[in-house]
């Protein structure tokens, strides 16, 4: 299990970063896109939150297999983490409401009630980064 200082470093790696490298599971290879991390700047814990569209590929591919990595990295730094876990869908007004951004009216969604739009809660299970040579690998929870 993550200690406190390793737990710390990874969110302060995440908070760094404008956007994440999402992994998913396609029907023959893995799949990875660039996703936006604007959800996630103020975070105190690794609950972590994403948004997407009901008729993208990522959401078809976590519909199938929520098994996924986010790849964060931050090119200023150079401090990188992987976070290895489950993307669930967020059936929860409340925290549409919540997560909801009027910028996201440039990605074609309406409101936080567009039925397209989809907030994804991811739910870590493990990690693995690198301190100069040294690779830390462990379990969050």
């Given at each position: 299990?993550?200690?406190t200082n390793t737990?710390?470093?990874?969110i302060n790696i995440i908070k760094s970063c404008d956007s994440v490298v999402l992994s998913t599971v396609n029907a023959q290879y893995t799949d990875a896109r660039y996703i936006?991390?604007?959800l996630n700047r103020n975070i105190r814990s690794l609950d972590l939150y994403f948004m997407t569209g009901s008729d993208t590929p990522k959401y078809e591919q976590l519909d199938l297999n929520p098994n996924c990595?986010?790849?964060y990295y931050?090119?200023?730094t150079h401090y990188s983490?992987?976070?290895y876990g489950k993307m669930r869908f967020v059936d929860d007004t409340a925290l549409k409401n919540k997560y909801w951004m009027p910028e996201f009216k440039r990605f074609g969604y309406c409101g936080p009630d567009d039925q397209r739009f989809i907030v994804l809660r991811f739910v870590p299970m493990e990690y693995k980064f690198y301190i100069g040579n040294e690779m830390k690998t462990g379990k969050i929870n």
């Open positions: 299990m993550a200690d737990l710390e470093s990874i936006t991390n604007m990595c986010l790849y931050n090119p200023e983490v992987r976070l």
